[in-house]
C-alpha cells in the first residue's frame, strides 16, 4: 500500500469505527501529535479513538494529498454527520515507512464552538 492509500485507510477506519483496521496501518511505535495532546504508541492511540474521543459521528473529507520524503501531508475536513456541518479544517502529516504509520502531526483550524465538547482527527 502506497503513503497515500495508507492515509486514505486511516481515515476510513476511523470513520467506521474499524478499530482492527486502524491497528491494521499504525506501526507498534506509532505516535499522534495534535494541538491538544500527544498519544504514544499503537495501542494507546487506538484505545483513545476507541473509547475516549469526545465525538465519533464524525467523517473526515480529504481535498488534497501532497507526496514528501518521508510520507504525505493530507488537507481536509471533518464535518459531523448528522448535517454536514464542518467541525475544523486539518493538514494532517504522515510520516510512514515500509507500508505502516508510524507517526502523525495534526495541525487543526478553529473548532465550530457550537459542535459542543467535540473534536477529532
Known amino acids: 500500500m502506497d503513503d497515500a492509500a495508507l492515509a486514505r485507510a486511516y481515515y476510513d477506519a476511523i470513520d467506521a469505527g474499524d478499530y482492527d483496521a486502524l491497528r491494521g496501518v499504525l506501526a507498534p511505535e506509532f505516535e499522534h501529535i495534535r494541538p491538544d495532546m ?20 464524525t467523517r473526515h473529507v480529504v481535498d488534497a494529498v501532497y507526496d514528501g520524503a518521508e510520507g504525505v501531508a493530507v488537507h481536509g475536513r471533518l464535518l459531523a454527520v448528522d448535517d454536514g456541518r464542518e467541525l475544523f479544517a486539518f493538514v494532517d502529516a504522515f510520516d510512514t515507512a515500509d507500508g505502516e504509520i508510524r507517526g502523525l502531526t495534526t495541525y487543526a483550524g478553529a473548532i465550530d464552538s457550537t459542535a459542543g465538547s467535540t473534536s477529532s482527527s
Open 38 to 57: 500527544t498519544l504514544s504508541g499503537r495501542e494507546e492511540f487506538v484505545a483513545f479513538m476507541r473509547d475516549d474521543r469526545p465525538r465519533t459521528d
